[in-house]
């Protein structure tokens, strides 16, 4: 790898990991663990004080991690911060050293990604936009991939580097294809655990049980490693992870500012978005991403795993005149995630009905935030 760097770099080959969060700190460690000079820098000093070694300096600063840097992998929490990371007046555009390569991580979108490419060509910067594939973590064994975008040239020497870390990369070519690959393969897992947990539900309901629907389904010979990872954590009522909802409804934001800026809609994933919402609400936050099974199951499954309907009680009340407690009117103690989504699926239904000739999805899925009385969120 030094070989590699060297053909393109005056100075000798220095690695700084700036942003130290699940997804930073994971490379951090991968690009640690190959020997390399590695800088690490973290606005919590906390995350950056946990790595050491040899080959590992703690940096003072910001500036401080770019001095000497000639590859530097940045992994923001949010869009805000990567803006400010690389536009600042003392930020990686003006401060890194001419001729670095720059692969960032940070859920964003193509667009934006796209421009900072732009402007680090014109400050004599080599830019990789990433995403790192993290739901595959699901997947037992899996490790997460990462999109990588840019210039085919710049691609060619970066995904050496990231390979050298014993990092999976997928080479995109093109400035944003990246980040815009990451959020196509986020659609897709979205699509594939709604679909899981809704076959196994209906499955249930019709009193089969979920290891034998999982079988029959497993009988068509078009499972995949997707659907067997969330059956079995389904069927083994385990719901821990480390790519959980509240990172989860965080990256779907920023697919919908990217849908938007394309005026693209899609109403599945605003769909799925809402139901996830609807589980952090409970007390789900925390969970795997497979936890979207407890929203459709009874109330006793929900109490086992810590979640509480009473959260979310203000959201069917109008729709089922009481709250979710034990010993509600009507006898029905069981099923109280269900209300909720009914409610809201009769809703919608209604509003599909009065308009046949088109739908207009933005105005359903404002119904629909509002029947849950959210915050509509979308960018």
Not at 53 to 78: E, H, P, Q, Y
Not at 136 to 146: F, L
Not at 280 to 305: F, M, N, P, W
Request: a negative charge; hydrophobic letters at 40%.
């Amino acid at each position: 790898m030094n070989s590699t760097a060297s053909r393109s770099h005056d100075l000798p080959l220095q690695v700084a990991c700036l942003g130290l969060g699940a997804k930073g700190s994971y490379i951090a460690k991968k690009v640690i663990a190959s020997g390399v000079s590695t800088v690490v820098h973290d606005l919590i000093d906390e995350r950056a004080r946990r790595f050491s070694g040899k080959n590992v300096r703690v940096a003072d600063s910001f500036n401080d991690a770019l001095v000497g840097s000639t590859v530097i992998i940045t992994a923001f929490a949010n869009t805000s911060e990567y803006e400010n990371a690389f536009m600042e007046t003392n930020g990686i555009l003006k401060c890194a050293e001419k001729g670095a390569f720059v692969i960032d991580v940070t859920p964003a979108t193509p667009s934006l990604a796209g421009e900072i490419q732009a402007l680090g060509v014109l400050n004599e910067l080599h830019i990789l936009d990433g995403w790192m594939a993290s739901a595959v973590t699901t997947i037992p064994g899996h490790e997460p991939s990462i999109f990588l975008g840019g210039e085919r040239s710049d691609i060619r020497i970066a995904d050496a580097l990231i390979k050298s870390f014993k990092l999976p990369v997928i080479s995109c070519e093109g400035p944003g294809s990246g980040k815009a690959m990451g959020i196509a393969s986020l659609v897709m897992h979205v699509s594939s655990i709604l679909g899981v947990v809704e076959a196994l539900s209906f499955a249930e309901n019709h009193g089969i049980a979920q290891t034998d629907a999982t079988r029959y389904l497993n009988a068509l010979g078009l499972h995949s490693e997707l659907f067997s990872a969330y059956a079995d954590k389904i069927i083994q009522d385990s719901y821990e992870g480390e790519y959980s909802v509240m990172r989860l409804l965080s990256e779907l934001e920023v697919c919908f500012e990217a849908a938007d800026n394309k005026d693209l809609t899609f109403p599945g994933l605003e769909n799925a978005y809402q139901l996830y919402n609807l589980l952090s609400i409970i007390g789900g936050a925390d969970k795997d991403i497979a936890g979207l099974q407890l929203v459709y199951g009874d109330e006793a499954s929900c109490t086992r795993h810590g979640l509480d309907w009473s959260r979310a009680a203000h959201l069917s009340e109008e729709g089922h005149g009481h709250t979710h407690d034990e010993s509600c009117a009507c006898g029905d103690t069981e099923h109280h995630g269900s209300d909720v989504l009914d409610d809201w699926d009769e809703e919608q239904d209604d509003d599909c009905d009065e308009g046949e000739d088109s739908v207009d999805y933005d105005e359903i899925l404002a119904d629909g935030f509002d029947h849950f009385n959210l915050k509509d969120n979308r960018l």
